[in-house]
Structures are given as structure tokens and as C-alpha cells.
């Protein structure tokens, strides 16, 4: 019987889940975790209306992928049945590997384990569960499946998911720059020889797509004080793994405790491993469970972080085009160290020292190719006259010195 399900999105009103088996994916429990993982983690310091969800993101960017394989479909490209609930599961469980505040657990909690890796070890975990249900998906996932353009959509430089994060977050932000014409960008989507193009129509929507995301990763996603409570959260971590090192009892529900306590490498979450099985059950709600715990601890430098985390006493930031002051450093960690009475490494904790950089587009990892009438191809670089690609292809690099308030 058909399990026939409307989620109502706030962003792309009622969506449609067309299968059981969708639906049965949606109901795991690996899915239903990122309802409590944040999409844009600490950003709501900044933009309070940004506390939408991966699950939210992970339902709109399938929705996108079904209206990109109808209209694929409507020009003549043949996509079975399979190919198609492959596609939309493969967008589905595409974040699954995320863990609450990807960079806190990228730096401290689980080193070296892209969140892409974990994604896909949790997929084949999951496919076991269903009797190998999941391999085509896997394999457009990992782009071994002979239909390269269903991997593109997938992950490219003019994925579903971007379409989808760009939208949502544009929304939940209130930053109206983000605002992409989604809609238009998947009528125009085509195929030519096994590669997305976009046809010379939707050149416009493209080029829209293209300055709203510079605008997007610079007003959000690399917002100073993002960066700065983001640096915070991961300082609080890195005490936090000292102390214990240092024998130190600390609190922390039991799938943060696994993460604190022990060096965990990929070994450790193949075949099911034990990090694993305490990853899964790893949310936003036991980072700030151990926070709000911890800013009552002895240990000055945790209480102090943790403190300026639930209280919104972020660090300060500043920002410039050319490397920080060595003497500006110095001068902030000796305030640190007379002030709390610590010692150099321990005052280091109070401070954040790095560059944010980012480009736009990369023609060498996955170009945008625009496709006219007459079959020609062109690169958006060459196609359009108005964007300066050689401007959004340059890398800009900014250098930041993060500090706590005196």
C-alpha cells in the first residue's frame, strides 16, 4: 500500500514523497538525527531566524533532484525507474555524515575523517538494513555509476544540493542576496554527452547563481562573528580533551564522552565500528549540554569559554587584507595570562589566529557548461559577458586574529 506523505517546506511548499521506499529512508534513524543538527550551526548568533535544520535541507534538495529528473525526463533523456528513487536517495542521505557543528568535529572530535567519508559508510550501513537496496545510489554517490550527469546533480559545481542551501539559507537569513532562481536553473538543466549543460537561456540564472553565492559566503557562511564563536567552540573542545588527558573528570553525555576520550581513526566507524555507534546518536544538543555543564567548572580557561558561549561573549575579531600584528597577539595574551593567572598555553586558548579563504568557481574541478542551438558548448567563463570569471575564480584570502573581549 502506498504510503502517500506531503511535507509542507517553507521554502518550497508541499513536497512530495513518492515512493514507500522514500519514505521508509526518511523514517531512519540516521535521517531523522539531523533534525536536531542545526544547517548553519552557530549562525544564529548573527541571523536568529537561521535555526532550520540538515533535515530541512536534505528533504528540499531532494525535492530539487525529482523536478531536475522530470524535466531531464520531458526532454528525452531515458532515466528508469530505479535510477530515479536512486537519485533522490542518494541526495537524501547525502549529509548524513555531518555531525553537529561540522567544524567543531572536523578539528578535535573526529580528525581527518572528511564528513563525505562518514556519509557513505553510514549509506552502506544502512543499505545492509535494506537487502542492498541502496547500491545504485551508492554508486551515483560516489560516481560509479555509468550515468555521470546523475553524480553531477548530486555533487557539481550546479548541484541540487548548493540549489537547495542556497535558497533555504537565503531564507532562514533573511539575506535576500542569496535568493537564486532555483526553478528557472532546473528548467534550463540538460544533457550532453553524459555531462550537465545548462541551455543559452538560463545563462542569466546562472550568472545570478554564481555572484549570489560570493555574496552568500561572505555575508553568512564566513560572517566575522561566525567565524569567531565557531573558533570559540572549537577552543572550548580542544580544553575540553586536554583536561581530560590530564585526568581530569569532565561531564559529557555518553556519545560526546566516546569523542573526547579517545583518538578515533576511520578504523574505528568501518564495519559498524564502535565510533559509529556512538556517532549516531552525536547532536547539537550534547555540545551545548556539556557547554552549559562546563561554564561552572574550576578549570578558569573552560568556564571562561563556556561562559562567553552561553552568554553570547564571543570573541572579538579582526579582519584585514595583510597578516596580524605579532606585538597586538602578544600584548592580548599577556592581558590573558596576569588576568586569570595562566601559563602561555594556557592563555593560548583565548585566542584564534588564521586566514578564511574561498573562490567561487573552479573551471578545472566541474565547469558550468552553457549549450546553444546549434550544439555548441561554451564554459560560463567564455558564455557570459557580464561576469569577470577570472574575478570569482581568484582565491580571496583574508587573515583573522580572534581574541577574547578584555
Keep these: 500500500m502506498q504510503k502517500r506523505k506531503i511535507i509542507n517546506d517553507p521554502v518550497f511548499g508541499f513536497i512530495n514523497l513518492p515512493t514507500n521506499f522514500i519514505y521508509?529512508?526518511?523514517?531512519?534513524?540516521?535521517?531523522q538525527r539531523l533534525n536536531r543538527i542545526r544547517q548553519l550551526g552557530l549562525a544564529s548568533f548573527v541571523y536568529p531566524g537561521a535555526q532550520h535544520t540538515r533535515f530541512h535541507h536534505s528533504i528540499g534538495a531532494m525535492h530539487l533532484m525529482g523536478e531536475a529528473l522530470n524535466i531531464l525526463r520531458?526532454?528525452?533523456?531515458?532515466?528508469?525507474?530505479?535510477?530515479?528513487?536512486?537519485?533522490?536517495?542518494?541526495?537524501?542521505?547525502?549529509?548524513?555524515?555531518?555531525?553537529?557543528?561540522s567544524h567543531l568535529l572536523e578539528y578535535t572530535l573526529v580528525k581527518n575523517i572528511p564528513h563525505e567519508i562518514l556519509s557513505l559508510l553510514l549509506m552502506k550501513q544502512i543499505n545492509k538494513e535494506f537487502e542492498g537496496i541502496l547500491d545504485t545510489a551508492i554508486d551515483i554517490f560516489t560516481d560509479n555509476y555509468p550515468k555521470h550527469f546523475l553524480h553531477q546533480l548530486v555533487?557539481?559545481?550546479?548541484?541540487?544540493?548548493?540549489?537547495?542551501?542556497?535558497?533555504?539559507?537565503?531564507?532562514?537569513?533573511?539575506?535576500i542576496e542569496g535568493n537564486i532562481g532555483s526553478a528557472r536553473i532546473i528548467k534550463m538543466l540538460n544533457v550532453k554527452d553524459d555531462k550537465l549543460v545548462i541551455e543559452s537561456k538560463g545563462i542569466n540564472s546562472i550568472e545570478n547563481f554564481l555572484m549570489s553565492r560570493r555574496l552568500m559566503y561572505w555575508q553568512v557562511y564566513l560572517h566575522k562573528?561566525?567565524?569567531?564563536s565557531e573558533k570559540m567552540l572549537i577552543?572550548?573542545?580542544?580544553?575540553?580533551?586536554?583536561?581530560?588527558?590530564?585526568?581530569?573528570?569532565?561531564?559529557?553525555?555518553?556519545?560526546?564522552?566516546f569523542f573526547l576520550e579517545n583518538e578515533v581513526n576511520i578504523n574505528d566507524f568501518e564495519n559498524n565500528g564502535i565510533a559509529l555507534k556512538y556517532f549516531v546518536n552525536l547532536d547539537d544538543n550534547d555540545i551545548w549540554t556539556a557547554i552549559k555543564v562546563w561554564k561552572d567548572h574550576v578549570d578558569p580557561v573552560l568556564s571562561e569559554l563556556c561562559n562567553g558561549m552561553v552568554n553570547r561573549k564571543l570573541f572579538k575579531i579582526i579582519v584585514s587584507d595583510s597578516p596580524i600584528d605579532k606585538a597586538l597577539v602578544?600584548?592580548?595574551?599577556?592581558?590573558y595570562k596576569n588576568k586569570f593567572k595562566i601559563s602561555d598555553n594556557e592563555a593560548n586558548y583565548f585566542i584564534s589566529l588564521d586566514v578564511m579563504e574561498t573562490?567561487?568557481?573552479?573551471?578545472?574541478?566541474?565547469?558550468?557548461?552553457?549549450?546553444?542551438?546549434?550544439?555548441?558548448?561554451?564554459d560560463i567563463s567564455e558564455a557570459s559577458d557580464m561576469l569577470n570569471i577570472e574575478l570569482l575564480s581568484k582565491k580571496v584570502k583574508k587573515y583573522y586574529f580572534a581574541f577574547l573581549r578584555d
Design 155 to 175: 555533487s557539481g559545481q550546479l548541484d541540487v544540493d548548493r540549489l537547495d542551501y542556497l535558497r533555504r539559507d537565503s531564507f532562514f537569513t533573511g539575506v
Design 225 to 228: 562573528t561566525l567565524v569567531a
Design 330 to 335: 602578544k600584548s592580548k595574551l599577556d592581558i
Design 24 to 31: 521508509d529512508i526518511i523514517q531512519h534513524p540516521y535521517l
Design 359 to 378: 573562490n567561487m568557481y573552479n573551471e578545472e574541478d566541474d565547469s558550468i557548461d552553457i549549450i546553444y542551438n546549434n550544439n555548441k558548448i561554451k
Design 74 to 101: 520531458l526532454k528525452g533523456h531515458t532515466i528508469t525507474d530505479n535510477e530515479y528513487n536512486s537519485s533522490l536517495s542518494a541526495i537524501l542521505l547525502h549529509d548524513i555524515g555531518h555531525g553537529p557543528f
Design 235 to 257: 577552543n572550548i573542545f580542544s580544553r575540553a580533551r586536554e583536561l581530560i588527558q590530564n585526568n581530569e573528570k569532565l561531564f559529557a553525555p555518553p556519545s560526546l564522552s
